[in-house]
């Protein structure tokens, strides 16, 4: 099945209501290969736990953070911007800072407004975050570090292919996000994920009801694991 832009949107919208884990899950009944691939495997910080998952279309840049005397220039930051504006929305932000260890903030109040007006529902970065309490409402954020300062930022290439926190991201990948991390989606998964996500949850219900009861028994935990056949 082939989804229209309307019917993409609509999945988006539902899968908001799923944590990244079970996205992940569902991604594994799809294709077994995909177990142990397609998400960011490195530890970070997040900026607001309570949010709802995010969704949406990468759009990749990779920054330094510690070149002195560097700047952004006015030509970097019109290309930058006029990148990031264009292309089907929601959109998520996927930025690479190519430094070990990022020496300065490129995410704080002014850039998580900018991209939120472009459409953006958070961002997914290696580098550092600062402004924590001043963020954009509703705008997520996943990064490597929390650091005070913008140091010396520059950018170096946009809409290519990038590795945040442990995985590769290409421009236009579908993301889904939460504190736990962000996992790629493939496009012609789409028709089948929601299916697989109800099947993990009539996986799990049985266990988790059996656990909350006052009957529970290892002979009847096993039982139901033999009958469901795959635990998650």
Partial sequence: MKENKKQIFSIFKKLKKFDTPTICNALELIDPKLQGKGFTKLPHVTLNKSLS?????????????????????????????????????????????????????????????????????????????????????????????????????????????????????????????DCHGAVIINKKYLSEILFKINDILSFEKPILELCKSKKFSTNKLINILYKTKKMH
């Fill in 53 to 177: 998952p995010i969704v949406g279309y990468a759009r990749t840049a990779t920054i330094v953070s510690s070149v002195k005397k560097s700047k952004i220039t006015k030509d970097q930051f019109t290309k930058y911007f006029e990148y990031m504006d264009k292309g089907d929305l929601p959109k998520i932000c996927i930025i690479e800072d190519i430094n070990k260890k990022p020496a300065g903030c490129y995410w704080g109040e002014v850039m998580s407004n900018i991209h939120k007006s472009m459409g953006f529902e958070g961002v997914v970065t290696n580098g550092a975050i600062r402004d924590l309490d001043a963020m954009a409402s509703n705008f997520q954020m996943l990064a490597g570090c929390v650091l005070p300062s913008h140091a010396f930022i520059k950018h170096i290439s946009l809409g290519k292919k990038i590795n945040v926190l442990g995985q590769t991201f290409s421009h236009d990948d579908i993301v889904h996000a």
